[in-house]
T-cell receptor
Framework: GQSLEQPSEVTAVEGAIVQINCTYQ??????LSWYQQHDGGAPTFLSY????GLEETGRFSSFLSRSDSYGYLLLQELQMKDSASYFC?????????????FGKGTRLHILP | NAGVTQTPKFRVLKTGQSMTLLCAQD?????MYWYRQDPGMGLRLIHY???????AKGEVPDGYNVSRLKKQNFLLGLESAAPSQTSVYFC???????????FGQGTRLTVV
């Protein structure tokens, strides 16, 4: 099976940088991804890491270390609109890549 | 291009009633998923499908059934609703080989 651990809440200041960590345990691994969800809305895809290293998309970056079963999402130049919940997710099970399993989410609070 | 559409958006059921949630996608995606989201629990996978005519159990399948008679539609059924099934239900789809899943806007279900 799969399990993912991420902090339940993180608080940061507008304009600052924040890192949201995710550790995972899976029987098979086909990549780590990140989703954003605003209150009352649907999750939307942010980024994906299939290999070790850093992926950058504008103000957001995501990192993966497969040897450590660890990844993080880095948000730079925080804006108030970044206040949301962020979920890490893993794809796959032993020999299959069909499931997507999510962590419980990290609520990001941004202070002005 | 509508993406992923869920109907209905809201529903109140009495304990023991049955209902079907419909998910329709117009992106020709192979994989479709049903999740439930409860406070503090993240997104939990109920059932999923890897193609027309196929379904599989996720993390929390008990009390639910699904069908995928057409590639574009994925139905979630509750045969005898229970208050524990009060939740927000999200449908998602993705294409094979891609990690990005697209979500519908959710169905808020209350069982009284």
């Amino acid at each position: 099976g799969q399990s993912l651990e991420q902090p339940s809440e993180v608080t940061a200041v507008e304009g600052a940088i924040v890192q949201i960590n995710c550790t995972y345990q899976t029987s098979g691994f086909y990549g780590l991804s990140w989703y954003q969800q605003h209150d009352g809305g649907a999750p939307t895809f942010l980024s994906y890491n299939g290999l070790d290293g850093l992926e950058e998309t504008g103000r957001f970056s995501s990192f993966l270390s497969r040897s450590d079963s660890y990844g993080y999402l880095l948000l730079q130049e925080l804006q108030m609109k970044d206040s949301a919940s962020y979920f890490c997710a893993v794809r796959g099970d032993m020999n299959r890549d069909d499931k997507i399993i999510f962590g419980k989410g990290t609520r990001l609070h941004i202070l002005p | 291009n509508a993406g992923v559409t869920q109907t209905p958006k809201f529903r109140v059921l009495k304990t023991g009633q049955s209902m079907t949630l419909l998910c329709a996608q117009d992106m020709n995606h192979e994989y479709m998923y049903w999740y439930r989201q409860d406070p503090g629990m993240g997104l939990r996978l109920i059932h999923y499908s890897v193609g027309e005519g196929t379904t599989a159990k996720g993390e929390v399948p008990d009390g639910y059934n699904v069908s995928r008679l057409k590639k574009q539609n994925f139905l979630l059924g509750l045969e005898s609703a229970a208050p524990s099934q009060t939740s927000v239900y999200f449908c998602a789809s993705r294409t094979q080989g891609r990690m990005s899943a697209f979500f519908g806007q959710g169905t808020r279900l209350t069982v009284v």
